[in-house]
């Protein structure tokens, strides 16, 4: 099974700063890493796939790098709206996997 | 509107059985694989199970392994999760979710999520 860890936990931050979030996975899983976003209470949203492409309506603000094992979803400025927490997901093999997340609250 | 609503959560004894439904509208269902992921109260999210397109393809994380099964009803727009052999560490919000693509182990599409208690 293939660990992702995710750092940091939290991560606090104010509107209008640059919040990098990291996801290490414990092999290889090439480019077949996918971030999320949730808020409380409700469902997760697919940010990015295949480690950086953003998805269907995402803002540019957001973006992720990375190949291998090492990963990172940059938020360029924060908006009021981006403070939630952000998982990461390996699609590379079974069993799929999810890191812990990264909390992003605000300062 | 692409839209996925989940029912079918409740309080359930351990040992007991329960079903979940998942019923999507706003795309072409039998075009997509599907998935169930799982939501422990306060915890992060783990994947459940996959299902292909045409349901002919199933997949699913050890730790429902011989106690879950997933299928769908492509006529009816329906995704199914049957619950058996329901242990307290089974209590978890369930979602289901659209994978991008046939078999893509990526979801963009998830629903709001069923609760499921596993209680005495």
């Known amino acids: 099974e293939i660990v992702l860890t995710q750092s940091p936990v939290t991560l606090s931050l104010s509107p209008g700063e640059r919040a990098t979030l990291s996801c290490r996975a414990s092999?290889?899983?090439?480019?077949?890493l996918v971030w999320y976003q949730q808020k409380p209470g409700q469902a997760p949203r697919l940010l990015i796939s295949d480690a950086s492409n953003r998805a269907t309506g995402i803002p540019a603000r957001f973006s992720g790098s990375g190949s291998g094992t090492d990963f990172t979803l940059t938020i360029s400025s924060l908006e009021p709206e981006d403070f939630a927490v952000y998982y990461c997901q390996q699609r590379y093999n079974w069993p799929l996997t999810f890191g812990g997340g990264t909390k992003v609250e605000i300062k | 509107e692409v839209q996925l609503l989940e029912s079918g959560g409740d309080l359930v004894q351990p040992g007991g059985s329960l079903r979940l439904s998942c019923a999507a509208s706003?795309?072409?269902?039998?075009?997509?694989?599907m998935g169930w992921v799982r939501q422990a109260p306060g915890k992060g999210l783990e994947w459940v199970s996959l299902?292909?397109?045409?349901?002919?393809?199933?997949n699913s994380a050890d730790s429902v392994k011989g106690r879950f099964t997933t299928s769908r009803d492509n006529a009816k727009n329906t995704l199914y999760l049957q619950m058996n052999s329901l242990r307290a560490e089974d209590t978890a919000v369930y979602y289901c979710?659209?994978?991008?693509?046939?078999?893509?182990?990526?979801?963009?599409?998830w629903g709001q999520g069923t609760m499921v208690t596993v209680s005495s």
């Open positions: 299902i292909s397109d045409s349901g002919g393809s199933t």
């Open positions: 706003g795309f072409t269902f039998s075009s997509y694989g």
């Open positions: 092999q290889s899983v090439n480019s077949n």
């Open positions: 979710a659209k994978r991008t693509g046939a078999t893509s182990g990526a979801f963009d599409i």
